[in-house]
């Protein structure tokens, strides 16, 4: 994954505050709780890695672009780590950018007996476009296509859940009206402006659904896998 450094600076600059970081970062906790998850943490391809800094017990991070803020550069199908070194390994809005199988497989090695595995892609392959091209991705995500590459290398699937279900209609129609205008130019998440403090309401409503286990939402813009490594 190999993401230019002024994006990674721009990146940076919206954790802890753009409505889906922090939306995420909520996700990522409330599931962290809920599954006791322990360290050593390993937030593989972090970008800045300012997330796993927060979490309790070992932590480390590393990233694959050319310019690494903080942590480890590497290689996600083969990660500079022993076998069954870490307890949970966090995978988020990484593997559409490289090979899926073998950066799985990879985890699948690196965690302990028991240990967790929690990814996080783009869902809903038709909503593909510019922006995704601009990211780096190579692929968006059905359901059963993430299940299958996380069950194919070992795991055991514990949660698989949408999130951006409550906003997933209006990113289904910009971008749909985006392709029917003919501008689909990609969007600086700079832009949200004055609408970030609802946005954020909607997104850590949603995600607090994770907390106790209760009703995930079935899809949305990004789609949420926790393992178990068997």
Known sequence: MTLPPERLERLRALE???FWSIGRDRLTDNLVKRF???GPFLD???GTGTYVQGLDGHRAWF??????IGGVRADTTAMPCADESIGTLLLRDVIEHVDDAKTIAEAHRVLRRSG????????WPSLW??????AGHLRRYRRSDLRA?????GFGVADLRGYQFALLPVVIATRSLARLTGREAPEREERIGRLNPVLTRINVAEADLARHGRWGPPTGSSLVVVAVKR
């Open 149 to 153: 590459v996380v069950e194919q290398a």
């Open 63 to 68: 990233d694959t672009g050319p310019v690494s």
């Open 116 to 123: 967790h595995l929690l990814v996080t892609v783009p869902g």
């Open 16 to 18: 802890g505050r753009h």
């Open 129 to 134: 476009g510019p922006r995704d091209v601009l």
């Open 44 to 46: 593989a391809g972090a």
């Open 36 to 38: 006791s998850m322990t």
